[in-house]
């Protein structure tokens, strides 16, 4: 029989809509990938004027189509209304993927040009920036829109398949979670496991003894006086739990000796590189004890009557631990943080690694996490997962070139320039182009001076623009040969002759640049202490409480003159004659550091702030000889004081980043004294307040930690609620097949809330007649529950062998299970499409394998079988994980599904055995032809037996079809079966070979319309097929004897076919067994029934009996009534004569 297989149909994905517009192409230029948006409209006057020149030579109108889809970005030729478009001829100009346009821009002033700028390759340093014209602007941001939503959805789109590839790349493993260790290093001796595991069961021990001194005492359990150091420490994943849960047993390992350490470490690497190598053990057994810090928090073992059970995820960089009972990520573990992985030597089952994790004092230490497993076998697949995946991992992340970027880099340097003269007039642009100008050498200026002049641009704007594409150029060639800063020294030398000949004044400048973001950081750290000094010197001029930024960054920096002098070691100190040529160009004082600190082509935000306002209101000073300057306060700063307090604190110094978005504040008032006691006005003195105002005061704050507390609650209750409803709306998230009407709803509800309904016996034509006219989606969960309650009154089996264990749910799921990996698989094969089990290892999945695995352990000689996933998967939407657990041992075992899911599967080839004659019987032609193609009912039953129809059929069709297996059971199937069969005859009949009867079975059959799975449902209730069902079974059985009886074979053939048969005919004989204690169960219920109605009847007619003589005794005394009345009437005539009228 072949393996069944479940595909998930992909939807389509909206990346096939594509829009098209209508453009003029200007034209294109290769610029570097690290160009700016700030660099980005001086690219686009470049691309237009180099557009206008070729045009004057060669007038062209190069129109074009821009087609945008989230597949790609295509520009293509436009031949017009006129020609047709034809593919040999107009081949497209540019074609790449959404995600590649880095940056768009639209052009303010000419509203009907934009630009995109494109990375052609991740690797390489190039790009190239596209600049179109619209016939009519106001399409311009419609299209800007269209690419950046293509982009967005082309990046979502490629994240979610980089997602589903790891999700296929990560590796799930079941392990025991038993608890951490604080280790001294990141290394560990070979037998850390074992040690460990010794060090939980000595906790384990000492709390037993401890409670059991306790308890011995009479002292209350509940004190905390009484327990020792050990008794505080609790597992990482679980609260501090009550005395009561401390009495554990002592942990046992079922473990082999012999085992060497399988162990490899991972080294921190200052550069973030990750690597991996195996390595044998240094430490000697003595060293263990020193190994184990000591301190609190050294041993934490976990609660072993808690569910300790995780899944072990390994992926392509982390390692998660997730808990299948609190469906949360209990662990989470870079590669970059574990630094040892190891095996028990005594203790073979169990592993753990050691990681590295922060500490509340800011540092951190190494933690040891130890983890239990089913069998060598699994610790062993566990660490050579773990070793392939450091491998790998490491590998990706040496084969990652992150693009490097410093503060000396050209291209940040062209940056900070276009930045600058962001928004600047022409006039003011050509002055600051000056400027930076004179940074260059001689020969870069004289070059750029020439090039300019050829051209000879008609105003300052073409001027600047011809500057800046100049400057371009030569920045990216500087970049191309560019050393970042901190990545090593050149491996050969310049003479000191050819470093000054050679090398611009701007290197130094860079390094200024970084002592200046040096200072800069520091000074940010100690302005609180500055301004603190400044506002207690009360006795000091107003003027001498000011702090100024320039200044203190220049006194900073002076303090900086060690790392300066270091790196004076590498490049040779400038001239003084260097510092007149900087300081001359932008008229600032000789003062060599004021120079330094004050350069405009480097300014901070704050300093172009402060420069500019010091500009307009002529207040400079020239000589700055100390590193606080003396003058009053400016309306700024004194905005400033007010704001910066030392009790706010200035930790954060993205505040003063930007000041220009501010615009001009109003000046203070000169009328408007001056604070001279602090930024906020004299302290005044807090009066010391009473006991009973602070006794009132902490009665408010307690109730109002009540109100709070309770608020909290019920915000909790509330959002719990809000989870639940959302989590049902998702788990129902399917069309319903037959619609139930209100009055049958009300029926459903009128049974559900029938008091004490578990032990009240239903009308059966009701309940019937009821499932027939449909089941509320609602209400089907608690319907099935009740149906299954109503098959056990009706059915009371004594206690047999085939009934599961009575093992509570929860003492299950704190076991491991040998079938791990098969149920881990089949989890993201179960309904691929349903958004409740979409997400991997989300809420629905880790539900269903808590429920796969609990049923695995109870049942051991089905365990777990593919296909038993959907079954169990369509309990899990309609019910809670313990509800759809119990329903699906009623199913299994009560229903008798569990025969078929049995490791022969020999009940699975009588049930396609009796699919057959059924075809046979009901359907001769299509039996036939079916017959004729060489197909049998393993080719496409075999997945409706084992998951009920819920791998190909919709979710509302498979629903009704467990209303009806619970109120019938199994035979509902074949009836199923030979309907869908049946109703589509004329179409298979068409089909004339094998691929096409079977791909139309498969595919076309299950997505049939509403109107005929209906009419399918309708069909099932009226069919009666029991009793053919039985006698195709005995047909079956007594076909297969007759098969070895005739068979000629071999004496060993026949040996092992009659031991086979003799194993089948005593499983059979079993089932007979059960089936004949379920009838000896059945007759002793009707026996007792029949008593218990004999006894009735005995009742019923003794009373029937006293009723009769009392009647009899009642007609006597109305006789005797009578006669007394007619003695009194015959006494009185006028009272006679009424009565005997009144006879008359």
Aim: net charge negative; proline share 5%.
């Amino acid at each position: 029989m072949e393996p069944i297989t479940f595909t998930a149909k992909k939807y389509a994905f909206p990346s096939e809509i594509s829009i098209d517009f209508s453009l003029q192409l200007v034209g294109s230029l290769p610029v570097h990938s690290l160009t700016t948006m700030p660099m980005l409209p001086w690219v686009v006057a470049e691309v237009r004027r180099l557009s206008m020149q070729s045009s004057k030579k060669e007038p062209v109108v190069n129109q074009i189509r821009l087609c945008v889809s989230p597949a790609c970005l295509k520009c293509e030729p436009d031949p017009g209304k006129s020609q047709q478009w034809d593919p040999l001829i107009c081949s497209s100009i540019f074609e790449y993927k959404p995600q590649q346009v880095h940056k768009l821009i639209h052009n303010s002033h000419d509203p009907s040009y934009f630009a995109c700028l494109i990375k052609e390759v991740a690797a390489s340093q190039q790009s190239i920036c596209y600049v179109f014209k619209a016939d009519d602007q106001t399409k311009v941001p419609e299209i800007i829109s269209s690419i950046r939503q293509a982009g967005k959805i082309a990046r979502q789109e490629e994240f979610h398949s980089q997602s589903e590839f790891d999700d296929t790349f990560a590796k799930k493993f079941e392990v025991l979670f038993c608890g951490r260790v604080t280790v001294a290093h990141k290394k560990a001796p070979p037998a850390l496991i074992d040690e460990c595991i010794e060090k939980f069961n000595h906790v384990s021990c000492s709390r037993k003894a401890e409670l059991d001194l306790l308890s011995q005492n009479s002292e209350t359990l509940n004190t905390v006086g009484g327990f020792s150091l050990t008794d505080k420490f609790r597992s990482v994943f679980q609260p501090g739990s009550n005395v009561e849960q401390d009495r554990k047993p002592i942990r046992k390992s079922f473990s082999q000796p012999g085992l060497r350490s399988l162990a490899f470490r991972k080294e921190f690497q200052d550069a973030g590189h990750r690597s991996s190598s195996f390595f044998g053990g240094s430490f000697e057994e003595n060293d263990i004890q020193s190994h184990l810090i000591s301190g609190h928090n050294i041993v934490q073992p976990t609660d072993i009557e808690e569910n300790r059970t995780m899944l072990f995820t390994i992926g392509q960089s982390e390692v998660y631990l997730i808990s299948p009972d609190t469906k949360k990520i209990a662990l989470e573990k870079n590669f970059k943080e574990i630094s040892f992985c190891s095996q028990g030597i005594r203790h073979v089952d169990h592993f753990g690694f050691i990681c590295r994790e922060s500490s509340e004092n800011g540092g951190f230490h190494f933690v040891c996490y130890v983890f239990q497993c089913t069998n060598e076998a699994l610790v062993d697949e566990i660490m050579m997962t773990l070793k392939q995946a450091f491998t790998v991992a490491a590998v990706q992340q040496t084969s990652k070139v992150p693009v490097q970027q410093c503060e000396g880099c050209p291209m940040q340097c062209l940056h900070k320039l276009c930045e600058r003269i962001e928004g600047m007039s022409s006039s003011k642009t050509k002055l600051e182009l000056q400027k930076h100008l004179t940074t260059l050498n001689n020969q870069e200026q004289a070059t750029i001076f020439e090039e300019v002049q050829k051209i000879r641009p008609r105003n300052e704007q073409k001027e600047n623009e011809l500057v800046i594409s100049f400057l371009r150029c030569l920045y990216e060639e500087k970049q191309k040969d560019h050393v970042h800063i901190g990545e090593g020294k050149q491996a050969s030398q310049i003479s000191a002759e050819t470093i000054r000949n050679e090398l611009p004044t701007s290197a130094t400048r860079f390094r200024l640049d970084m002592l200046k973001s040096k200072a800069k950081r520091s000074l940010t750290e100690s302005l609180e202490s500055i301004l603190s000094r400044g506002s207690k010197a009360r006795g000091l001029p107003e003027n001498s409480g000011s702090v100024d930024l320039d200044s203190s960054i220049s006194s900073t920096l002076s303090n900086t003159s060690k790392e300066l002098s270091v790196c004076e070691k590498e490049t040779p100190p400038l001239s003084e004659g260097s510092f007149r040529h900087l300081g001359s160009s932008v008229d600032l004082s000789s003062d060599s550091e004021s120079q330094m600190t004050e350069e405009p082509a480097q300014l901070s935000p704050r300093q172009e702030f402060r420069r500019d306002f010091e500009s307009k209101t002529h207040h400079h000073d020239s000589n700055i000889e100390s590193p606080l300057k003396t003058r009053r306060h400016s309306w700024r700063q004194q905005i400033f004081l007010r704001v910066a307090t030392p009790q706010k604190g200035c930790d954060s110094p993205g505040r003063y980043e930007d000041y220009s978005e501010l615009g001009d504040l109003p000046p203070r008032s000169p009328l408007e004294p001056v604070c001279e006691d602090g930024p906020f006005g004299p302290v005044i003195e807090e009066k010391k307040r009473t006991s009973q105002e602070l006794r009132e005061l902490w009665k408010k704050a307690i109730l109002q930690q009540i109100l709070l507390l309770r608020m909290e609650k019920e915000n909790q209750k509330l959002q719990a609620s809000e989870n639940d409803l959302l989590n049902k709306r998702l788990k129902l998230d399917y069309d319903e097949i037959t619609p139930c009407l209100k009055d049958v709803t009300s029926v459903w509800e009128k049974m559900l809330s029938t008091p004490g309904r578990s032990k009240i016996k239903f009308d059966m034509e009701k309940i019937h007649s009821a499932v027939g006219q449909g089941v509320p989606r609602h209400h089907r969960g608690e319907i099935w529950k009740f149906l299954a309650e109503q098959y056990h009154l009706k059915h009371q089996f004594p206690s047999g062998k085939q009934q599961p264990k009575d093992i509570p749910y929860k003492e299950l799921l704190k076991q491991l299970t040998s079938h791990q990996h098969s149920i881990l698989i089949d989890l993201g094969r179960t309904f691929p499409t349903h958004p409740y089990f979409s997400a991997q290892l989300g809420a629905g999945q880790l539900s269903l394998y808590n429920i796969l695995k609990a049923y695995s352990l109870l049942d051991q000689e089905v365990g777990y079988c593919q296909g038993l996933s959907f079954v169990a998967g369509v309990l899990l939407l309609h019910m809670s994980e313990e509800d759809a657990f119990k329903m699906l041992k009623f199913l299994m075992f009560d229903m008798g599904l569990r025969k078929q899911y049995r490791p022969d599967m020999i009940i699975l080839q009588i049930q396609m055995y009796q699919l057959s004659r059924l075809l046979h019987d009901y359907h001769r032609d299509l039996y036939s032809h079916l017959e004729e193609h060489e197909i049998g009912p393993s080719l496409y039953a075999a997945p409706w037996f084992l998951t009920m129809f819920a791998s190909q059929f919709p979710l509302g069709f498979v629903a009704r079809v467990f209303d009806m297996i619970f109120l019938q059971g199994s035979e509902v199937i074949f009836k199923v079966a030979l309907s869908l069969l049946g109703s589509h005859k004329p179409l298979i009949l068409q089909h004339e070979n094998l691929e096409t009867i079977v791909d139309f079975i498969k595919n076309t059959l299950p997505n049939l319309g509403l109107v005929q799975m209906e009419k399918t449902i309708n069909q099932v209730f009226e069919m009666d097929i029991s009793k053919q069902l039985q006698a195709y079974e005995v047909e079956y059985h007594v076909l297969q004897d007759e098969l070895i009886d005739s068979s000629p074979l071999s004496d060993n053939q026949r040996m092992d076919k009659l031991e086979k048969t003799n194993s089948s005919l005593r499983k059979q004989n079993l089932d007979l067994l059960e089936e004949l204690q379920v009838a000896n169960g059945k007759i002793q219920n009707l026996e007792a029934t029949i008593e218990t109605l004999m006894a009735n009847e005995n009742k019923l007619k003794q009373r029937a009996l006293a009723l009769e003589l009392e009647r009899s005794a009642l007609l006597q005394t109305v006789e005797e009534l009578q006669k007394k009345a007619a003695e009194l009437g015959s006494g009185i005539p006028g009272l006679a004569k009424p009565e005997l009228t009144e006879d008359n």
